[in-house]
């Protein structure tokens, strides 16, 4: 399986994500959808997580996801 077929390990930070492991995609936290990494624009740092949009991230970090 070559890495633009397989999920990246990333390790969120504030300003951005640093690849741990190479891939072209995260899953969403809470849908479980795929995530390009070139579209990645919402994730928890505390919790380490991806989501695929704003609305999703604010319902998670709310608790209501």
Known sequence: MSS???PARLEY???GFRVLSAGSHVSCA???EPIALEALRYWSVERQEAYA???????RLLGDA
Not at 53 to 59: F, Q, V
């Open 13 to 15: 930070g504030p300003n």
């Open 30 to 32: 809470v849908t479980g």
């Open 4 to 6: 633009k077929d397989r």
């Open 53 to 59: 949009s704003p609305e999703i991230a604010t319902r």
